[in-house]
């Protein structure tokens, strides 16, 4: 989880007197960006291969 604290200080003074704090479950947040992160490569892959089948396709129109 994602951790955040805060101290609080004494008034008038700089000890801590105590700490305020937080958690926050990012599991869906992780398994997001890991999706998007799979989707993303899915995408440039096949972007290469299509840019890859166009260009041959260019060449075949080209040689006639």
Do not use: F, M, W
């Not at 995408?43 to 089948?53: H, P, S």
């Amino acid at each position: 989880g994602l951790c955040n604290s805060t101290a609080i200080h004494e008034p008038g003074s700089d000890a801590v007197g105590y700490y305020v704090g937080s958690i926050t479950d990012i599991t869906e947040r992780k398994a997001a960006e890991s999706e998007l992160r799979q989707l993303t490569a899915t995408l440039e892959r096949r972007i290469v291969e299509r840019t890859a089948a166009l260009s041959a396709s260019a060449r075949r129109v080209r040689a006639r």
